[in-house]
């Protein structure tokens, strides 16, 4: 996850940052998955990188929720029956949560828009109502 992060800082991806901060505030733990068989055996899906992989595999491995945005993680995790959802899913939990504010929130989707990262006007529609609800 550390490199993940570094690498997008370097690249300028809004969400490397965020990750970064709920990472010093103890929001978001790193952790390796423990089952390095399956991180290999997704690993050897066409496209999944590694990192990816290793995001599925500690979510199977936790029963929890694999935040991933890209495609091909998103079908590899529904042959392996592992929950996903996106980045706009983890940013309204945050801030639901109260550990990210609306202008937080509102910066990081403008920031990823502008950095390439996409979504239907559906989705940013109701991205922009939950951020204007009270």
Sequence with gaps: ????????????????????NLIQRSIIKVREPTNVDFVTLLSAIPDLHKA???????AKELEGIAIVDESIAR?????????????????LRLLYRKRLSKEQVREAIKG??????????????????ELESP
């Design 52 to 58: 990816e992989a290793q995001v599925l595999a500690l």
């Design 75 to 91: 079908e590899a995790s529904r042959l392996y029956d592992i929950e996903t959802h996106g980045t706009a899913y983890l940013l």
């Design 1 to 20: 996850m550390e490199e993940v992060v570094d690498k997008g800082k370097g690249l300028g991806v809004p969400d490397a940052f965020i990750a970064e």
């Design 112 to 129: 990823m828009i502008s950095a390439g990262w996409r979504l239907t006007a559906e989705e940013y529609a109701k991205l922009i109502r």
